[in-house]
T-cell receptor, first 117, second 113 residues
Framework: GAVVSQHPSWVICKSGTSVKIECRSL??????MFWYRQFPKQSLMLMAT?????????EQGVEKDKFLINHASLTLSTLTVTSAHPEDSSFYIC?????????????FGPGTRLTVT | GESVGLHLPTLSVQEGDNSIINCAYS??????FIWYKQESGKGPQFIID?????DKRQGQRVTVLLNKTVKHLSLQIAATQPGDSAVYFC????????????FGTGTLLAVQP
């Protein structure tokens, strides 16, 4: 089946610094990828849709200048949390639909645990 | 905005029993529904899906039922095993030009040996 990886799996950073999270589709091309955030014991909340070769589409309430998304190739999307604060500590998960942006089924990455101290 | 919700946040069952996890959705325009299993510290894992033109779909030990009249979705797990212990989420796809998934609040399934 389709495989999506994330790197790193966990990261600890100091408040005020920036951290980059990578999402890769390993065996398929993804023109669209999705980024979610999940706080402990809560559901996944869609943050943004990453579009290869164009700007990301952010959900309402998500600061685009704080969460920078770059989808530079058909297999890689990156999420950069800028000027991180402790409240940004969360589990960040990406997903990608094999077969194109309108494919219903999405495969999820294993997630990245971000802790901001 | 519209959201998908679950009735039971925690479900405890005995090993071997059948489990039923419920989900209510509010967007009548949603045309595709998915159940995901999420183990601690991992990403969601696809279990089964159903399109809005169906009312039932079966997989291996799992069955999804869709009742569009009352906007209700359920996941049935037969002969529940300890390995089924996880959080289960339903998700709806709004369809059309967007491929966004909206997740429900989740149900923790705890299987007692």
């Amino acid at each position: 089946g389709a495989v999506v990886s994330q790197h790193p799996s966990w990261v600890i950073c100091k408040s005020g610094t920036s951290v980059k999270i990578e999402c890769r589709s390993l065996d398929f091309q993804a023109t669209t990828m999705f980024w979610y955030r999940q706080f402990p014991k809560q559901s996944l909340m869609l943050m943004a849709t990453s579009n290869e070769g164009s700007k990301a589409t952010y959900e309402q309430g998500v600061e685009k200048d704080k969460f920078l998304i770059n989808h530079a190739s058909l297999t890689l999307s990156t999420l950069t949390v800028t000027s991180a604060h402790p409240e940004d500590s969360s589990f960040y998960i990406c997903s990608a639909p094999p077969g194109g942006g309108l494919a219903y089924e999405q495969y999820f990455g294993p997630g990245t645990r971000l802790t901001v101290t | 905005g519209e959201s998908v919700g679950l009735h039971l946040p925690t479900l405890s069952v005995q090993e071997g029993d059948n489990s039923i996890i419920n989900c209510a959705y509010s967007n009548s325009a949603s045309d595709y529904f998915i159940w995901y299993k999420q183990e601690s510290g991992k990403g969601p894992q696809f279990i089964i899906d159903i399109r809005s033109n169906m009312d039932k779909r079966q997989g291996q030990r799992v069955t999804v039922l869709l009742n569009k009249t009352v906007k209700h979705l359920s996941l049935q797990i037969a002969a529940t095993q300890p390995g089924d212990s996880a959080v289960y989420f339903c998700a709806e796809n709004y369809g059309g030009a967007t491929n966004k998934l909206i997740f429900g609040t989740g149900t923790l399934l705890a299987v007692q040996p």
